[in-house]
């Protein structure tokens, strides 16, 4: 639950690559505008970027997939396989210091595509991440189309839920 009087920060991870980038990344902040959040571009190296934030405040990290796909694909042409293991490092060690943060992650598993080794190796990567950190969170929700479900700490979320209401 968000501590009275603490600051929002929207931690915006995506890094544009093209216009259809720049138009998706003008909807979301438009779509924020009037919540009071303060955004916090960091495409990389997340720990750093909060560096100057109020701890106590509320997070909302945007999203885990293009965090990857930042670390992993480089500028330039390079790929870091691995970069899905420094990022779970990252998002580990910001939920020793931070209460309060909502870690965005797409479901990107459903799909009976067969890929390349290098797309397959991004979404191990992502699932990797969102295994780890879920252990670590108090609360997972998966949302999809207007559908909650609970996928762990249902006590809390009813809870906080009705201290909401």
Do not use: W
Not at 18 to 28: G, Q, S
Not at 99 to 118: G, H, K, P, R, W
Not at 139 to 163: M, Q, T, W
Request: net charge negative.
């Amino acid at each position: 639950m968000r501590n009275p009087g603490t600051p929002l920060y929207y931690i915006a991870t995506m890094i544009p690559a093209d216009n259809e980038d720049r138009a998706r990344i003008f909807l979301h902040q438009q779509d924020r505008e009037g919540y009071g959040f303060q955004t916090i571009e960091a495409g990389r190296d997340i720990p750093a970027a909060i560096d100057n934030c109020d701890r106590r405040g509320t997070f909302l990290l945007d999203s885990v997939t293009a965090l990857l796909a930042n670390e992993m694909f480089i500028s330039g042409g390079k790929i870091y396989p691995e970069a899905y293991l420094k990022i779970t490092d990252d998002l580990a060690g910001l939920l020793k210091i931070i209460n309060n943060i909502i870690i965005v992650s797409d479901f990107i598993y459903s799909d009976a595509d067969i890929y390349n080794e290098l797309t397959e190796s991004y979404r191990r990567g992502l699932a990797y991440i969102d295994r780890q950190i879920a252990a670590l969170c108090d609360i997972v929700i998966e949302a999809c189309a207007g559908i909650y479900i609970v996928h762990k700490g249902p006590d809390v979320f009813n809870r906080l839920s009705h201290e909401l209401d």
